[in-house]
T-cell receptor, first 114, second 112 residues
Framework: DAGVTQSPTHLIKTRGQQVTLRCSPKSGHDTVSWYQQALGQGPQFIFQYYEEEERQRGNFPDRFSGHQFPNYSSELNVNALLLGDSALYLC?????????????FGPGTRLTVL | GENVEQHPSTLSVQEGDSAVIKCTYSDSASNYFPWYKQELGKGPQLIIDIRSNVGEKKDQRIAVTLNKTAKHFSLHITETQPEDSAVYFC???????????FGPGTRLSVLP
């Protein structure tokens, strides 16, 4: 049973550029949440998707946007990158049918903005 | 909004000893409290969780206790092993899709 997968593993961008990160949820899961984890800190909630719509959003600017596809996979897009966007971006999946409580995390995408 | 505090930030124990990590939360509506272990270069891994209708839960060497009145919960690891060395995060959330609010983490080192 494949767990949560994310791509790419690492990414280097320059200020002002745009980036797209991808996530495939655990088999049987229909909900995807994205988190940003700065170095030495706990993950911070960005937003959550199910039924192809954004359902909840944390305290992040509109430069952060997302999408969920019919197969439940998801993308996180960040526009006009800032140095402060450098972080580990984590995707977590869960199932509304089992209970949204339990979230399983992927290995993350390490984004470096120069 | 919810705020989760976690102590200590670092913890070193001898192999075989016990380790305790404590968290407090601010939102009385929170009712789900997971604990995650994060090893270097990996995503967080759920190790145990507890819901507000339960005061204690145990899984082999790991246990979690919850005091809803005081709004704090703790992770207990007994008979620690070197492979328990990692960063541990507590989190809190409401039911049904509410986002997780994480604590800042505790770096646990188990010395052989």
């Amino acid at each position: 049973d494949a767990g949560v997968t994310q791509s790419p593993t690492h990414l280097i961008k320059t200020r002002g550029q745009q980036v797209t990160l991808r996530c495939s949820p655990k088999s049987g899961h229909d909900t995807v949440s994205w988190y940003q984890q700065a170095l030495g800190q706990g993950p911070q909630f960005i937003f959550q998707y199910y039924e192809e719509e954004e359902r909840q959003r944390g305290n992040f600017p509109d430069r952060f946007s997302g999408h969920q596809f019919p197969n439940y996979s998801s993308e996180l897009n960040v526009n006009a990158l800032l140095l402060g966007d450098s972080a580990l971006y984590l995707c977590a999946s869960s199932s509304r049918f089992v209970g949204l409580d339990e979230q399983f995390f992927g290995p993350g995408t390490r984004l470096t903005v120069l | 909004g919810e705020n989760v505090e976690q102590h200590p930030s670092t913890l070193s124990v001898q192999e075989g000893d016990s380790a305790v990590i404590k968290c407090t939360y601010s939102d009385s509506a929170s009712n789900y409290f997971p604990w995650y272990k994060q090893e270097l270069g990996k995503g967080p891994q759920l190790i145990i969780d507890i819901r507000s209708n339960v005061g204690e839960k145990k899984d082999q060497r790991i246990a979690v206790t919850l005091n809803k009145t005081a709004k704090h919960f703790s992770l207990h690891i007994t008979e620690t092993q070197p492979e328990d060395s990692a960063v541990y995060f507590c989190a809190a959330s409401r039911d049904y899709g509410q986002n997780f609010v994480f604590g800042p983490g505790t770096r646990l080192s188990v010395l052989p």
